[in-house]
């Protein structure tokens, strides 16, 4: 029995700390999703500043640029090294498997009314320019495209806003997680109503499970959530059509080995949630090419009419670093 197997064991009933506090002892994991991110699994680009001139056009630019998957096959090293004996063999495997974990851990108390949540969350990419904008820029914006973010628990304002049928404050989120049914399929019909289909900003049509998906998912990207909650939604995660898990763990955007979670979002192209495999919280998103095509960009673009979109390319890739509730705005853990 290796040293981390070991350790799962003697830590099974702890429990969880925020991610935060677990990087200094992970070297893979490192502490530092959607900052501000609205709570949709969908293509976004509100970090990349379109409004700044040159600046801008660079960066844009550099970030259209697609990715390839990681293709490589990190069972060698074996899941055991990272979370003990992971199973990724089935949606029922592994996401029961997460929900059994989280059903043993402690849930904390609801965060105040005058706390903050913080959030780390994007890509190297993101990162990168983010660093390089001149400085009176980075102060403009700081709050719209910087990776970190400040959202007050109790948003009132945020909360009387209905033009986004998908977004719904840090308090709602707790709150609606905290009531769901255990029952998987009262708990995707209930979430179904709490996030509507053809209302919300992508307003496209929907079966029921990908309607269940998406509305799932909406929750899933909130924070905090107590962790019985989330092991319900997970345990519902697996009942959906369609949803599958990848055999091995994959790396997110920053190098970390996570689980993906997937589901197909049209005939090109599938979407995937990803979770940390030691404490089994939501660990960032991507969007994955899964047939070769085309597109073609509108007629007042500055970029090509037309670019080749090739299996395995990746269209978004967010991965979430850092997470925590804090006492004020701007304060990091």
């Known amino acids: 029995m290796d040293e981390m197997t070991r350790l799962r064991e003697l830590r099974a009933d702890a429990p969880v700390p925020h991610r935060a506090a677990l990087a200094p002892g992970r070297k893979r994991l490192t502490d530092s999703i959607e900052g501000g991110s609205r709570r949709t699994f969908r293509l976004r680009a509100d970090w990349r500043i379109a409004s700044l001139g040159a600046v801008v056009a660079i960066t844009a630019a550099a970030l259209f640029v697609t990715q390839i998957v990681d293709t ?9 090294t990272v979370a003990g004996d992971l199973d990724l063999s089935s949606p029922a495997g592994a996401l029961g498997q997460a929900a059994d974990f989280l059903e043993r851990q402690e849930v904390p108390p609801e965060p105040r009314a005058d706390q903050w949540i913080y959030l780390r969350q994007g890509s190297p990419e993101q990162e990168k320019y983010w660093k390089e904008l001149p400085a009176e820029i ?19 304002a945020a909360e009387n806003d209905t033009s986004d049928t998908d ?4 308090r709602e989120s707790y709150r609606i997680a905290a009531g769901l049914p255990e029952d998987p399929d009262a708990l995707l019909a209930e979430l179904r109503k709490v996030f509507p289909s053809g209302t919300g900003p992508e307003s496209v049509p929907e079966t029921k499970d990908a309607h269940s998906f998406r509305a799932l998912t909406a929750l899933l990207e909130s924070y905090p959530l107590p962790p019985d909650a989330l092991a319900r939604m997970y345990r519902a995660m697996a009942t959906i059509e369609g949803v599958g898990v990848t055999d091995h ?6 190098g970390r080995q996570v689980i993906a979670v997937t589901r197909g979002y049209d005939r090109n192209t599938r979407r995937e949630i990803l979770i940390d ?19 073609y960009g509108p007629e007042d673009s500055d970029g090509p009419d037309r670019t080749v979109l090739k299996r395995g390319d990746i269209l978004s890739n967010i991965a979430r670093t850092g997470a925590a509730v804090v006492d004020a705005e701007g304060q990091k853990p």
Do not use: C, M, N
């Open 249 to 254: 763990l994959i790396r997110d955007a920053f």
């Open 138 to 156: 980075r102060k403009q914006t700081r709050w719209s495209y910087s990776p970190d973010s400040w959202i007050p628990y109790d948003d009132k």
């Open 167 to 170: 977004h719904r404050t840090a």
């Open 72 to 80: 490589s096959d990190l069972r060698q090293s074996g899941p055991a």
């Open 277 to 295: 495999p030691v404490d089994y919280s939501y660990a960032g998103r991507r969007e994955v090419v899964i047939r070769t095509h085309e597109v």
